[in-house]
């Protein structure tokens, strides 16, 4: 027999794929299914209802999710109850051609219209047919539907949604639509509500943050935004994702160095580092103004960090240009670089592009660059041996936080942290613990001994209180003007 959680609600389980983006919109879709009567199901039970937020930037996210819901066909064979939704970029993209593949799937609903699921899982659970909807084009934004946050003490606050480049590589354009940004004052209201719910670390969100105030023609607005951010009491961090270097100003980087809880740390897609290979993506900068910018925000901000994304293979793409890609790696010297393999994504130009590049060479090429950047990050890394770190806890322990006095958390530049002790008041989730780093590696570093300090802040005490890695009865955010 099935396990329900103590109210006996009907369960749901979300499957989430791709970026941060994403992750946030799954905190909206699991808010939506509890005021609508459904509970978390528990861990080691069969929910009675799954939904996938997916992803469409590459073409494994295509794989997984399709191999993920034939794991499911005899779950719906056995339970007719038994629901499946589909949403997200791939919903948005697919449309009906989920239903045909995969015709088990009950709801399939785009990136604009998550808000409507529970009544597109009513309408086919009465009507017995699956239920498809996909709107073209935002009517509301996100942030005034409930959520049950996967945090205590840290969430993300979206700004904007869409966006306005047409980098050739990229279909996101095209499934979330054109970029539309939230008032400052909506934005800001649902910091200090966060914040007063016991956040105290924050992550802005946007396709394209510093293009923030396109819709508002205030070209200045993601400064202020962010020095707005740094008249928050208790907001102790603020960080930003993702910025686009043909937009990068120089007001932000001195909003960045003159506020305080605004964290020193940029992560900035490079995408590749060939000013050809630039050109044919459609990325209106070349790899000499997106070093500028690195040297700017480090001439203002010494001890920032700067991490990236990078593509390779991308069509055209030879040996001389993915070279000129490991140098700039070498130049700017990376903390940390997320690599990705060049995927087709039918309906954007790349995909139709003359010199696709061979996959053993894509293959062998991302193998090396992947050597490269570690021995960059490893070598950053290690600078900061004997240099004094802030740490928040996170949330969800490491592999080895269940041994004695070690946790797991994010320094103020956002490297990873492993602060060994065996002394003393162990941190909570959301607490900033002040120690000497003794020891590096190409992802983290590690501290050992006692910490110097421990802080307690409004986040631990948060967390103190809602235990789980998935909270429960989390307050939802108040619904504001559009």
């Not at 120690?435 to 050992?448: G, N, Q, R």
Request: proline content about 6%; hydrophobic content about 35%.
């Amino acid at each position: 027999m099935k396990t329900l959680l103590k109210t006996d609600k009907p369960t749901y389980l979300v499957e989430t794929y791709g970026c941060q983006m994403n992750a946030h919109d799954s905190e909206r879709i699991t808010g939506l299914l509890d005021e609508a009567g459904y509970a978390p199901v528990s861990e080691g039970a069969d929910p009675d209802l799954v939904v996938f937020n997916t992803c469409a930037v590459r073409e494994a996210a295509d794989e997984r999710l399709y191999g993920s819901l034939t794991r499911y066909i005899y779950t719906k064979d056995t339970n007719p109850n038994f629901q499946i939704a589909v949403g997200g970029c791939l919903a948005q993209k697919d449309r009906g051609e989920i239903i045909k593949r995969a015709p088990w799937v009950d709801v399939v609903f785009g990136t604009h219209n998550f808000g409507a699921l529970p009544r597109l899982l009513e309408r086919a659970r009465i009507e017995r047919e699956a239920q498809v909807e996909i709107l073209e084009s935002l009517e509301h934004f996100p942030s005034t539907l409930p959520a049950r946050r996967h945090s205590a003490f840290s969430a993300w606050v979206s700004i904007s949604v869409g966006c306005n480049n047409t980098c050739t590589f990229c279909i996101v354009p095209a499934l979330r639509g054109i970029e539309k940004d939230r008032a400052p004052e909506d934005v800001i209201g649902e910091i200090q509500t966060l914040v007063d719910q016991g956040v105290v670390e924050i992550t802005l969100l946007g396709q394209n943050v510093n293009a923030y105030g396109v819709g508002f023609d205030d070209s200045g607005a993601f400064a202020k935004l962010l020095r707005t951010c740094g008249n928050i009491d208790g907001l102790e961090r603020v960080r930003f994702m993702s910025p686009h270097p043909r937009d990068f100003t120089d007001d932000v980087i001195e909003a960045m160095a003159e506020t305080p809880n605004v964290m020193p740390h940029l992560h900035m897609p490079l995408q590749s580092g060939s000013n050809y290979i630039l050109q044919k993506m459609r990325r209106s900068y070349r790899a000499e103004r997106y070093v500028g910018i690195i040297d700017r925000v480090r001439s203002a901000i010494p001890d920032a960090s700067i991490t990236t994304d990078i593509i390779v293979g991308f069509p055209g793409e030879t040996e001389e240009y993915f070279q000129e890609t490991i140098d700039l790696a070498k130049e700017v010297k990376f903390s940390a670089a997320f690599t990705y393999k060049y995927s087709k994504r039918p309906g954007t130009p790349a995909a139709t592009m003359e010199n696709q590049v061979d996959p053993a060479i894509v293959g062998e090429r991302y193998t090396r660059l992947h050597g490269e950047l570690e021995k960059i990050s490893f070598e950053v890394n290690k600078k900061a041996i004997g240099s004094t770190v802030e740490v928040m806890v996170a949330d969800h322990p490491g592999r080895k936080d269940d041994e004695s006095g070690r946790v797991t958390g994010r320094s103020r530049d956002f490297r990873l942290v492993h602060a060994n002790y065996v002394e003393g008041e162990r941190p909570r989730p959301g607490d900033i613990l002040t120690a000497v780093v003794t020891e590096a590696a190409p992802h983290h570093l590690v501290t050992d001994g006692l910490p110097l300090s421990i802080r307690k802040t409004r986040g631990g005490d948060a967390a103190e209180e809602r235990k789980s890695g998935i909270l429960l009865g989390m307050p939802t955010i108040p619904k504001r003007s559009n």
